[in-house]
């Protein structure tokens, strides 16, 4: 059964450092999305990214985040500068379509740890 | 306005047992509400989604139950099993007409614990 996979597994950073969290949608899907969950916390959306472009982002996702797909497979999340809050699991999604009712899919997460 | 609000936090259910999970919502605009199933070191994965046009949907041992009027809806997981175990998030998204992008907007979960 194809799945989202998403790597590294577990990723310890500095603060003020730069992270590149990496996603592989699943192959036919065409619309990517980042969420995070803070320990203990809800799941949070972050932002979704349709035909190389951002269709929505939260308040959360400011300039120092950004995606990209910089091939036909992989979706990356970069934090710029990681600050202690970006301590979090991030979680990569992938639906066929955008319609509402089209499941999205999401990966096992990377756990973040900022220093 | 965004927001939908998840209770219990955790639940403790014998096996057999009923478990029930409550979710709430304000925003008139949802049109989907999906119930995810996480366990430990998993993402969340679909368990099962209702339309506001129904008031029940089953599938198997799950239930959800869907109050429009109230913009309430709860998920109902009979005869309880040990390897039902997990994390149970509901969600809600809006119509994508009216919609940019389709997001999903979490409750807080509710950690299920079912003793055998």
């Known amino acids: 059964e194809p799945e989202v996979t998403q790597t590294p597994s577990h990723q310890v950073t500095q603060m003020g450092q730069e992270v590149i969290l990496r996603c592989v949608p699943i192959?036919?899907?065409?619309?990517f999305y980042w969420y995070r969950q803070i320990l203990g916390q809800k799941v949070e959306f972050l932002v979704s990214?349709?035909?190389?472009?951002?269709?929505?982002k939260s308040e959360i996702f400011d300039d120092q985040f950004s995606v990209e797909r910089p091939d036909g497979s992989n979706f990356t999340l970069k934090i710029r500068s990681t600050k202690l809050e970006d301590s979090a699991m991030y979680f990569c999604a992938s639906s066929v379509s955008r319609t509402v009712y089209n499941e999205q899919f999401f990966g096992p997460g990377t756990r973040l740890t900022v220093l | 306005q965004q927001q939908v609000k998840q209770s219990p936090q955790s639940l403790i259910v014998q096996k057999g047992g009923i478990s029930i999970i409550n979710c709430a919502y304000e925003?008139?605009?949802?049109?989907?509400f999906p119930w995810y199933q996480q366990f430990p070191g998993k993402g969340p994965a679909l368990l099962i989604a209702i339309r506001p046009d129904v008031s029940e949907k089953k599938e198997g041992r799950f239930t959800i139950s869907f109050n429009k009027s109230a913009k309430q809806f709860s998920l109902h997981i009979m005869d309880s099993q040990p390897g039902d175990s997990a994390t149970y998030f509901c969600?809600?998204?809006?119509?994508?007409?009216?919609?940019?992008?389709?997001?999903?907007?979490f409750g807080g979960g509710t950690r299920v614990l079912v003793k055998p």
């Open positions: 925003n008139t605009a949802f049109d989907y």
């Open positions: 192959s036919n899907h065409l619309y």
């Open positions: 990214f349709y035909n190389n472009e951002i269709s929505e």
């Open positions: 969600a809600a998204t809006e119509d994508m007409i009216k919609a940019a992008g389709n997001k999903l907007t």
